[in-house]
């Protein structure tokens, strides 16, 4: 499809305005932590939704809800307080290929996290000050989230930019934290630009991005997070990543491809 530089911003603006509304949180894991008000409680059922995000939706909500029911609705009390004993509750937790041995060290790690490095925010705002960049933010947090023992099945589950992968799950998490159009996502993170946000590149987005001549590299890895990111930017440099809605909406729920 080819489209002049005006049609192409018309067609975002609009989609991005039809997909960027309180419509889209049902059906999304985004649905997880808007059960929530507090920070923290937001923070981490954030992150673990955003953790187990691929498949089928419906499926990620359930998992996601599942999850929460299991941390007994108060994720940051049972991720900071609840004792050992009480960690045999997610020996049944799986979700495709997270299993109950990724599950108890994510929440391991949490409690290390949000005990000895002051939460989410603080780690991933400690890595964006390293670069400002939001891989400098990924890179930083991963090392972090792994510097207590861990299995090594369990790498897996936290993407690497280093070695070129694209992060698709942890910026997702970090547009609900980050943007604030205060619908869908939160905005509840002040510390890290918005402006500095990366497209949650996923096999949809991907595609579309590709149909609307956004994006050349036919792999879905950071170069080419990086790439359609930059081409964002042009329609909205203090906001490039709201048209993740944009392009997801028009890949699920349109066919565009």
């Given at each position: 499809?080819?489209?002049?530089?005006?049609?192409?911003?018309?067609?975002?603006?609009?989609?991005?305005?039809?997909?960027?509304?309180?419509?889209?949180?049902?059906?999304?894991?985004?649905?997880?932590p808007h059960r929530f008000s507090k920070k923290e409680d937001?923070?981490?059922?954030?992150?673990?939704?955003?953790?187990?995000?691929?498949?089928?939706?419906?499926?990620?909500?359930?998992?996601g809800l599942k999850l929460m029911h299991l941390m007994d609705n108060a994720p940051y009390d049972f991720v900071t307080q609840a004792p050992d004993s009480d960690f045999k509750r997610?020996?049944?937790?799986?979700?495709?290929?997270?299993?109950?041995?990724?599950?108890?060290?994510?929440?391991?790690?949490?409690?290390?996290?949000?005990?000895?490095h002051n939460g989410l925010e603080n780690l991933f705002t400690s890595g964006y000050n390293q670069g400002q960049t939001i891989k400098s933010a990924i890179i930083h947090f991963r090392n972090i989230f792994f510097e207590i023992p861990f299995p090594e099945r369990t790498s897996k589950h936290i993407a690497n930019p280093l070695k070129n992968s694209a992060a698709k799950r942890i910026n997702m998490?970090?547009?609900?934290?980050?943007?604030?159009?205060?619908?869908?996502?939160?905005?509840?993170w002040q510390t890290i630009p918005k402006s500095a946000l990366m497209l949650p590149l996923d096999l949809h987005t991907g595609n579309t991005s590709r149909k609307l001549g956004l994006l050349n590299?036919?792999?879905?890895?950071?170069n080419a997070v990086e790439e359609v990111t930059q081409a964002l930017y042009k329609f909205d440099s203090k906001d490039p990543i709201k048209y993740d809605f944009?392009?997801?909406?028009?890949?699920?729920?349109?066919?565009?491809k």
């Open positions: 499809m080819v489209l002049s530089f005006s049609e192409l911003k018309e067609l975002l603006e609009i989609k991005t305005k039809e997909y960027n509304a309180h419509s889209f949180i049902e059906l999304d894991p985004v649905s997880i937001i923070e981490i059922s954030a992150f673990l939704a955003a953790s187990i995000a691929w498949g089928q939706r419906k499926s990620i909500v359930a998992n997610f020996e049944t937790f799986v979700h495709r290929t997270f299993s109950s041995t990724d599950c108890i060290y994510f929440i391991h790690s949490l409690r290390n996290i949000y005990l000895k998490f970090l547009r609900w934290m980050v943007r604030d159009d205060k619908i869908v996502d939160f905005g509840l590299r036919t792999q879905n890895d950071w944009a392009l997801f909406g028009l890949g699920i729920y349109e066919g565009f």
